[in-house]
């Protein structure tokens, strides 16, 4: 069975909202749409830290971006943030009230932030003219982002509306053991075929060691294999089987060596940007808008299989009220009923007129 997805899915969310309405984004915009950079990583690899040098080096060009923050749970941000989901979902209480623990009230208060979604798309629709850069943080916990249901729902609305770039952000030196490699290239890879949105994977904390061998890996299927095989372990078999897999994953990947204490790579990360921006109007836009033209049909099919279903049962309803008898059959009923009726006033009329024409006779 062929099942339909949008490129990145469930719009109804902001279907509701006319503010949310995808828009035209060409080449030749005058004033084009913001891109929406949304950050996900594992816990610890920087998240926090590359939002903070990448609004630095925007507000360096004079281009500050708008800064929304999707974690409930962080304790500090060390750059002004013009949306925060803490001054609508209180953590802490989320725990408390509905007795969960910390990642149980992180998804709970994302839920319940999601809820509201619509509006945040609103006020992005009202600063769109003012910044070239929406950027989102995201939990530690990746997972609660990625596979939660508001997770999906705030990408998939984001993507719907604005040119979306899925930024995935991995802690070089923890990379460099092939097999934490390996798992997170893996995550990575899941990430994208869920989404898929153009995605840029941010090599960073190069100023503890430099990315290189990681693009060597991705390159050279060989030099991976030679480094795995320094680790005899069951994972490192394993590994050796998935890298094959990984290998379409890796020649289309834009991959970017940063690091958010020196600020180097920064260049480097606007231009994928902007590439993966491109890749959003000529891929992604056109089978998203594809996508909306078959659902449109498709809901346009059921709502006449609905009108005739609904048809079909009342005439059966109808059935089994007067006794197997279809709509046709009452209305005809109801017909003879009348003719038997008028059949009976004429013969009474019949009646008067000769029982009239008796009483003549008898009188002369
Ligand atoms: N040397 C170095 N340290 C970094 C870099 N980026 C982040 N760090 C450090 O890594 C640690 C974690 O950084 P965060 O920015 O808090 O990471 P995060 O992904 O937002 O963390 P969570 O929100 O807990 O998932 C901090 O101690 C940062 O100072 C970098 O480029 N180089």
Redesign the pocket.
């Given at each position: 069975m062929e099942i339909d997805t949008p490129p990145s899915s469930s719009i109804d969310q902001q279907e509701s909202s006319s503010s949310t309405t995808p828009k035209p984004n060409t080449e030749n915009d005058k004033s084009p749409l913001p891109v929406c950079i949304l950050v996900l990583?594992?816990?610890?690899?920087?998240?926090?830290?590359?939002i903070q040098r990448i609004n630095a080096y925007l507000h360096s060009l004079h281009r500050p971006p708008y800064i929304v923050n999707f974690?409930p749970a962080?304790h500090e941000l060390p750059y002004p943030c013009n949306v925060d989901i803490r001054d609508t979902v209180n953590y802490k209480q989320v725990m408390k009230q509905y007795n969960l623990g910390p990642n149980g009230a992180i998804i709970t208060s994302l839920n319940l932030f999601s809820t509201t979604f619509d509006q945040l798309l609103t006020i992005l629709n009202k600063n769109e003219q003012k910044h070239e850069h929406f950027i989102f943080d995201t939990?530690?916990q990746i997972e609660v982002f990625t596979w939660s249901a508001s997770g999906t729902i705030i990408t998939e609305s984001l993507g719907a509306t604005y040119p979306t770039v899925v930024v995935y952000?991995m802690d070089t030196p923890r990379s460099s053991n092939p097999i934490t490699f390996m798992s997170n290239m893996l995550y990575a890879v899941s990430i994208l075929y869920k989404y898929r949105l153009p995605f840029i994977i941010v090599l960073?904390?190069?100023?503890?060691i430099h990315h290189r061998f990681a693009i060597e890996w991705m390159n050279d299927f060989e030099l991976f294999q030679q480094a795995i095989e320094q680790q005899h372990t069951y994972s490192s078999d394993l590994t050796r089987s998935l890298s094959l897999v990984l290998d379409e994953f890796y020649q289309n990947l834009r991959c970017v060596g940063?690091?958010?204490?020196t600020g180097d790579g920064c260049k480097e990360f606007f231009d994928a940007v902007t590439d993966a921006k491109q890749e959003y109007d000529q891929v992604y836009k056109v089978e998203y808008d594809k996508w909306q033209k078959r659902r449109e049909k498709r809901d346009k099919q059921k709502q006449e299989q609905d009108l005739k279903r609904l048809k079909d049962d009342l005439r059966d309803d109808g059935d089994h009220l007067i006794g197997h008898k279809n709509l046709n059959d009452i209305e005809d009923d109801t017909d003879d009923e009348n003719d038997d009726e008028s059949e009976k006033e004429d013969n009474e009329e019949k009646d008067d007129k000769q029982f009239e024409q008796y009483m003549k006779k008898v009188k002369h």
């Open positions: 990583g594992m816990a610890g690899s920087g998240k926090t830290t590359f974690d962080v939990p530690g952000i960073n904390k190069t100023d503890i940063f690091s958010s204490i």
